[in-house]
């Protein structure tokens, strides 16, 4: 069964850089059926996708966020991880990542299985 | 502002039925076989509840049915039940540019 687990600091200093890694258990990261994502929502609102990344290592992002994140993958770690710079305190959030399921037509389709999500605060 | 439209809130008596509507573009929810719909408890991670519009997951109660319309989509939950009481929210891809998209979720009251 497949789990995902997210694991980085819970505190972030304004302007400067969030990193997360999501580790994979229960399967490979390698396989074709998921496009590997990050999702957040800050305390008290809905969910915003931030992007997701397939094993080849091609990568999807958020037009609005595009511009400072950055999303990689370690096969041999079977880990995925997102990088979000210039953090304002807009950027508080739980981060959640999950298995982005590919669908038939080989395009994104839906999320399942998610982290327990990390709680990320941007304070100083 | 989310590009997906849901309400508010909904609320509902035990043993009835609540619909939720999700309400997006001919670009994402008309254009695909796409909507998912997560159930969330507070504190708790997104649960998937409805993928490609209506199919169920393994282990989600026959409660639960979806359905798509034009650029509506919409979740039914019939029987309701008191643990049924969480916020839903919609997603769906929104083609090669935009990808993936929510809708600023549903809390759903059981009375």
């Known amino acids: 069964q497949l789990q995902l687990q997210e694991s980085g600091p819970g505190l972030v200093k304004p302007s400067e850089t969030l990193s997360l890694t999501c580790t994979v258990s229960?399967?490979?990261?390698?396989?074709?059926?998921?496009?590997w994502g990050w999702i957040r929502q800050p305390p008290g609102k809905g969910l915003e996708w931030i992007g997701s990344?397939?094993?080849?290592?091609?990568?999807y992002y958020n037009p609005s966020l595009k511009s400072r994140v950055t999303i990689s993958v370690d096969t041999s770690k079977n880990q995925f991880s997102l990088k979000l710079s210039s953090v304002t305190a807009a950027d508080t959030a739980v981060y959640y990542c999950a298995g982005g399921r590919r669908a038939a037509a080989g395009t994104m389709g839906w999320f399942d299985p998610w982290g327990q999500g990390t709680l990320v605060t941007v304070s100083s | 502002q989310s590009a997906l439209t849901q309400p508010a809130s909904v609320s509902g008596s035990p043993g009835q039925s609540i619909t939720i509507s999700c309400t997006g573009t001919s670009s994402d929810v008309g254009s695909y076989n796409l909507v998912s719909w997560y159930q969330q408890h507070p504190g708790k991670a997104p649960k998937l509840m409805i993928y490609e519009g209506s199919k169920r997951p393994s282990g989600v109660s026959n409660r639960f049915s979806g359905s798509k319309s034009g650029n509506t989509a919409s979740l039914t939950i019939s029987g309701l039940q008191a643990e049924d009481e969480a916020d839903y929210y919609c997603c769906s891809y929104a083609g090669s540019s935009t990808y993936v998209v929510f809708g600023g979720g549903t809390k759903l009251t059981v009375l």
């Open positions: 229960g399967g490979s990261i390698s396989s074709s059926s998921y496009y």
């Open positions: 990344i397939y094993y080849s290592g091609s990568t």
